[in-house]
T-cell receptor, first 112, second 113 residues
Framework: GENVEQHPSTLSVQEGDSAVIKCTYS??????FPWYKQELGKRPQLIID?????GEKKDQRIAVTLNKTAKHFSLHITETQPEDSAVYFC???????????FGSGTRLQVQP | EADIYQTPRYLVIGTGKKITLECSQT?????MYWYQQDPGMELHLIHY???????EKGDLSSESTVSRIRTEHFPLTLESARPSHTSQYLC????????????FGEGSRLTVL
């Protein structure tokens, strides 16, 4: 089945700095790579996703890049703000595309 | 407003009790899922359903069972709760398979004493 590894597990940055979170996946047939944000005590919510026919996608201060050859994708957050503090999860389709397999999560702390 | 609803939000019960966690969605989605998550930790798929009368076990072994008699309803049952079942249970739905956005409920936090 699909195996998704996510690094780092924790990340602390100063407000205004950039943050990068990286994930690798194992199934070369995977073609959809979403990122979810979970604030403390809240439900996970999709913030950005990318499909395998593109290498990069941006939405204001967040961007995702995909390297299909190396089987890794990354989340980039620029000009970080305290409200960016949360746990971020990457994901990829599981075996037979039945459900998403999530990475282990990255706890991002933005220091004011 | 279209959403996915879970009840109860919090439940504290004694060992051996039977519990059912309710999940309903008004999104019109065929696909529904249950994930288990310790606070702030990894999301583990325990059950999923592609439609009425279709249920499958997920990647993480679970003693819970599910049913899908109606499209909008996907309850999870534990016949005899144990302290090891203490966790947060997140219900989710999607319009597509694993290549589409997943919408989560607010979760049911279960504590078994």
């Amino acid at each position: 089945g699909e195996n998704v590894e996510q690094h780092p597990s924790t990340l602390s940055v100063q407000e205004g700095d950039s943050a990068v979170i990286k994930c690798t996946y194992s199934d070369s047939a995977s073609n959809y790579f979403p990122w979810y944000k979970q604030e403390l005590g809240k439900r996970p919510q999709l913030i950005i996703d990318i499909r395998s026919n593109v290498g990069e996608k941006k939405d204001q201060r967040i961007a995702v890049t995909l390297n299909k050859t190396a089987k890794h994708f990354s989340l980039h957050i620029t000009e970080t703000q305290p409200e960016d503090s949360a746990v971020y999860f990457c994901a990829a389709p599981g075996t037979g595309r039945r459900a998403l397999t999530f990475g282990s999560g990255t706890r991002l702390q933005v220091q004011p | 407003e279209a959403d996915i609803y879970q009840t109860p939000r919090y439940l504290v019960i004694g060992t051996g009790k039977k519990i059912t966690l309710e999940c309903s969605q008004t999104m019109g989605h065929d696909k529904m899922y249950w994930y288990q998550q310790d606070p702030g930790m990894e999301l583990h798929l325990i059950h999923y359903s592609y439609g009425v009368n279709s249920t499958e076990k997920g990647d993480l072994s679970s003693e819970s069972t599910v049913s899908r008699i109606r499209t909008e309803h996907f309850p999870l049952t534990l016949e005899s709760a144990r302290p090891s079942h203490t966790s947060q249970y997140l219900c989710a739905s999607s319009a597509r398979d694993s290549t589409g956005e997943l919408f989560f409920g607010e979760g049911s936090r279960l504590t078994v004493l």
